[in-house]
């Protein structure tokens, strides 16, 4: 099958053209290039725009493996960490570029399955799949995806922002992916197909879960942009003390974070304390979750986590930034033997997420 | 070295920050996206406009290998494939993003003259690199480039717009990167570093130079598009045999080409010649020429060839369009031994272009 044959097998009839045109799309898939319109209506959105634009690359054996991901959640998960790119600007998602490099044993069944994935995550999210390309690879699974948003001018939300004094927030807990890798990873993994989530047992479904299908938040990072005292946002790919180090660089400041204010989801520590292991490492160091840190205006975080809380959505208020040589520190507290508490500021090392160390 | 130390130093410095503002670019690389505004001043571009948006891909051993290709090539022609894609719709190119997959064994210097064949592509066309992201790959380079260009809404030249009585034309030779690519894979390959083209001798210097360094034309999508006679365009990616075929399909109609009107380039003749083959199949079949076939207004070809000729910009006619069942047909004349001329009709197959085959 030649690759047209292939693409149309595969992306047709996934997407209605009016539901595409209603997020700009004028031209989708079968041309040299895919047409746009920067201009179309979009709800919540007036006055002049700009495009939010992020490309993300999974490629197998470093983002994943035979073991760790069903075909559909790679699709799914390619386009999840774009759409958290998009969000953590404060935008919202509206147009996809797929690139797929497909090795010959993958089949042209696996392929059909990694789009199924990856449109049942544009239907969520509402993006529209504009583009793409697809080649053959030698061995190893490789999907980049590009995925275009709009913003009003002006007011995405960026990293340089923080002002010393803010409130440094998390719009959800952290480390459930990297502890649902550490999950799949136990178990022995023979032939054909992902490990089922079944398989791992019943505390680890939703870290499994986590791990597989990642759910960012879009309506999160418009109400922090509509808010208007949020001062830094990033979405946390590499693990939330990398990512808060670069609000930190990027800003020029401390945060100091609160251990015991950290969100550890009940299935963390369940999971955690079956395997014997402390869940902070995958807290602190774990990426994927694709939650959000940010800071906000001090006097604002209760109101934020207020109005966070009408919605339905986490916010959980885990310290603050401080005037200083750019840096990132952790307050944990440690129960003496008398009951006395001792307090300790930690430094957090700037070391990003490695799926597979 | 960490991912973000590693981007810092391959693409840092490499564009100024007002030269990137001309293009769009609100905020480049070092955040979670790129910022854009859709509404920048453009040169020869008024109006309401939309966006082009193009995703290309190039993978080592299926596009290039260690001889084909130096490590600059491979940037520069991976932005170059998408070049030629927005130019193929008319439109003007502004921007890139960019994803590459390094394997370990490649090494920070190799990926930096990628990034420096990659930024002397993006300097020839103007296009501000915004974005990007960098992983890890178990053993093959792999990367996928998405080029967002401005174009007239409304006015992008796309395949379906041929009638019955057009005049096909190429903007270009084609066959000469098939060729080249042939020059370079027919020398022994022994260690490190690609081929040198002097190694392929006089005569393929100019192939050679077609397959690392294509060079799409722009001026001439644009001059087209003015123009307003351009009735389908497609850049020569996959072969002008199946991109004839693809306008074919796409305005159901018959493309009739004419095998004396095909451009043949001097040393395409030359090195088909030295090396005993028919450059015609290079001319048909091979790929990555990145000249543009399209139809236009018959009345207007040679008016149009005029207008290129005055912009020195080549313009062949090459034959023309019939109503009837989509396909491409090549009208070939072979001297009989008495002088007489045979012409024949031959159905041409719809067969891309196959690298390494």
């Given at each position: 099958m030649d690759e047209f044959a292939s693409i149309r097998l595969w992306t047709e009839g996934r997407q209605a053209k009016q539901w595409q045109q209603q997020r700009g799309v004028v031209l989708g898939i079968g041309d040299d290039a895919a047409l746009l319109d920067?201009?179309?209506?979009?709800?919540?959105?007036?006055?002049?725009?700009?495009?939010?634009?992020?490309?993300?690359?999974?490629?197998?054996?470093?983002?994943?493996?035979?073991?760790?991901?069903?075909d559909e959640d790679i699709g799914y998960k390619a386009l999840a960490a774009n759409v958290s790119d998009i969000a953590a600007m404060g935008g919202i998602p509206l147009q996809a570029l797929v690139s797929v490099s497909v090795p010959r044993s993958f089949g042209p069944e696996r392929v059909r399955r990694l789009y199924d994935g990856l449109y049942a995550c544009a239907e969520r999210y509402g993006v529209a799949v504009a583009g793409g390309d697809t080649t053959s690879s030698p061995q190893h699974l490789v999907v980049a995806v590009t995925v275009l948003g709009a913003v009003e001018a002006g007011r995405a939300l960026r990293r340089t922002g923080s002002r010393p004094g803010d409130a440094v927030f998390v719009t959800g807990p952290v480390g459930m992916s990297a502890a649902g890798l550490h999950a799949?990873?136990?178990?022995?993994?023979?032939?054909?197909?992902?490990?089922?989530?079944?398989?791992?047992?019943?505390?680890?479904?939703?870290?499994?879960?986590?791990?597989?299908?990642?759910?960012?938040?879009?309506?999160?990072?418009?109400?922090?942009?509509?808010?208007?005292?949020?001062?830094?946002?990033?979405?946390?790919?590499?693990?939330?003390?990398?990512?808060?180090?670069?609000?930190?660089?990027?800003?020029?400041?401390?945060?100091?974070?609160?251990?015991?204010?950290?969100?550890?989801?009940?299935?963390?520590?369940?999971?955690?304390?079956?395997?014997?292991?402390?869940?902070?490492?995958?807290?602190?160091?774990?990426?994927?979750?694709?939650?959000?840190?940010?800071?906000?205006?001090?006097?604002?975080?209760?109101?934020?986590?207020?109005?966070?809380?009408r919605e339905g959505l986490p916010f959980f208020i885990i310290g603050e930034t401080e005037a200083g040589e750019p840096g990132v520190e952790l307050i944990a507290e440690a129960s003496g033997w008398s009951g006395s508490k001792a307090v300790r500021r930690i430094p957090l090392a700037k070391r990003g997420y490695n799926h597979f160390a």
């Open positions: 920067p201009a179309v209506p979009i709800d919540g959105l007036t006055g002049p725009r700009q495009i939010v634009a992020a490309v993300d690359t999974m490629v197998e054996t470093v983002h994943f493996n035979a073991a760790t991901m069903m799949l990873l136990a178990q022995p993994h023979a032939g054909e197909g992902a490990v089922p989530a079944a398989a791992c047992g019943e505390a680890a479904a939703a870290l499994v879960q986590a791990h597989r299908r990642p759910a960012p938040s879009v309506r999160a990072g418009r109400l922090l942009l509509e808010r208007g005292t949020c001062t830094a946002l990033n979405d946390v790919s590499d693990g939330l003390a990398s990512e808060a180090w670069e609000i930190a660089e990027a800003s020029g400041l401390r945060l100091v974070l609160r251990e015991r204010d950290l969100p550890l989801a009940g299935s963390l520590a369940a999971y955690a304390r079956d395997a014997g292991v402390q869940p902070l490492e995958w807290m602190l160091y774990g990426g994927e979750d694709y939650a959000m840190i940010g800071t906000a205006a001090a006097e604002d975080a209760k109101p934020l986590q207020e109005l966070f809380r």
